[in-house]
């Protein structure tokens, strides 16, 4: 199954840390849809960083 990887940049950390995976792969894509009230408000104004990978027996393979 093709998935979609999200990170999110952590200011305090200052660095991108996981986020989520969502189902399938888009290009234009570049942040992910928030499904309900509280990620949208927390997600406002958030950079992200994404990645098209594969989920296999439940195990996250990047890089294909």
Request: charged share 35%; aromatic share 12%.
């Amino acid at each position: 199954m093709l998935i979609t990887v999200w990170d999110i940049y952590d200011k305090d950390r200052k660095e991108f840390v996981f986020n989520h995976i969502a189902d399938g792969c888009s290009k234009e894509l570049t942040k992910p849809d928030s499904n309900f009230p509280k990620q949208k408000k927390a997600w406002n104004g958030s950079e992200w960083r994404k990645y098209k990978a594969q989920l296999v027996d439940g195990k996250v393979i990047r890089g294909i």
